[in-house]
């Protein structure tokens, strides 16, 4: 079964550089989640979309902004980046109608910030 | 705002027996969505079993059960039969349905080793 898609898996930027991340739902599913998880911590919800809309956020710094597209694939924009922003960043989908309670987790992106 | 305790930030077990894991929340809600959710050393998050609150019946998947004791805010997890391959971090989730929110709040984590 096709799962969520997220790239690039790693990324190694500078102190201040941009980054973007993308996110490929599960075909057919409609909204989209960001989380990021520290080294040795628990996933931190960033945002969501639902049919390209914001539908919910979290702790995500003004520095980071974010969308959903007309295809339902979701970027993640980092900008003037932080030593602290290196973690693992995971995008989620989930489906309309009965499951749509359940998020299905992508491989994440490492993101790693010198 | 609801919040997940997983107090127990290791465990281990013997290859085949039974382990169980626990997961404590706090919500003033009545009806919502817990998960169990399992990250191997690859740092995948795969989802092994969820529980509709309004569900008194406990939920299954093969060796996975879970014991939810919904006035008791408790939702744990039994692995039966354990499988070196069963080795991770277990992340208790809970996410409302009132309210808008759909984002998930993680426990803490759990590391459950394997011994063969």
């Known amino acids: 079964a096709a799962g969520v898609i997220q790239s690039p898996r790693h990324l190694i930027k500078e102190k201040r550089e941009t980054a973007t991340l993308k996110c490929y739902p599960i075909?057919?599913?409609?909204?989209v989640y960001w989380y990021q998880q520290g080294p040795g911590q628990d996933p931190q919800f960033l945002i969501s979309f639902y049919e390209k809309m914001q539908s919910d956020k979290g702790s995500i710094p003004d520095r980071f902004s974010a969308q959903q597209f007309s295809d339902y694939h979701s970027e993640l924009n980092m900008s003037s980046l932080e030593l602290g922003d290196s973690a693992l960043y995971f995008c989620?989908?989930?489906?309309?109608?009965?499951?749509?309670?359940?998020?299905?987790f992508g491989p994440g992106t490492r993101l790693l910030v010198l | 705002a609801q919040t997940v305790t997983q107090s127990q930030p290791e465990m281990s077990v013997q290859e085949a027996e039974t382990v169980t894991l626990s997961c404590t929340y706090d919500?003033?809600?009545?009806?919502?969505?817990l998960f169990w959710y399992k990250q191997p050393p690859s740092r995948q998050m795969i989802l092994v079993i969820r529980?509709?609150?309004?569900?008194?019946q406990n939920a299954t998947e093969n060796r996975f059960s879970v014991n939810f004791q919904k006035a008791a805010k408790s939702f744990s997890l039994k692995i039966s039969d354990s499988q070196l391959g069963d080795a991770a971090m277990y992340f208790c989730a809970y996410r409302s349905i009132q309210g808008g929110s759909e984002k998930l709040v993680f426990g803490k984590g759990m590391k459950l080793t394997v011994n063969p």
């Open positions: 989620a989908s989930s489906s309309p109608g009965q499951t749509q309670e359940t998020q299905y």
């Open positions: 075909p057919r599913h409609d909204t």
């Open positions: 529980q509709e609150a309004y569900k008194q």
């Open positions: 919500t003033s809600e009545s009806d919502y969505y």
